[in-house]
């Protein structure tokens, strides 16, 4: 099953996400929500990256990638990370047995 954590801070803002594992629902190679979900969380990093430009540690390695923006530019990443939140519950809804999304407040 893929975990995904997406980070709150106290404020209420999100500030990155961790995401392990793989989802199990096909073979590698024909799993359409582990690519679903690995397109979506590179493409919010590489937003947050490469387009914001904003202050963030990622680390992604095979089934794993978290993201950490710093607090000072998590008003800058609110689009791509709620993006990626709404993609994430909306897998979890069609694919439950297979991906399973939480918050974590730090």
Known sequence: MIKAELFVSASGELTGFRI???????EAG??????????AAYMAANTITDVI????????????????????DARGC???????KLHLLG????????????YLEV
């Open 20 to 26: 392990t594992g793989h989802s199990q629902y096909a």
């Open 30 to 39: 024909g799993d359409i929500v582990c690519a679903a979900v690995s397109s």
């Open 53 to 72: 430009h904003a202050d963030a540690r990622v680390v992604a390695d095979d089934g794993y990638m978290k993201v950490s923006v710093a607090e000072k």
């Open 78 to 84: 609110r689009i791509p990370l709620e993006g990626l």
């Open 91 to 102: 897998l979890e809804e069609q694919y439950p047995e297979n991906i399973d999304v939480t």
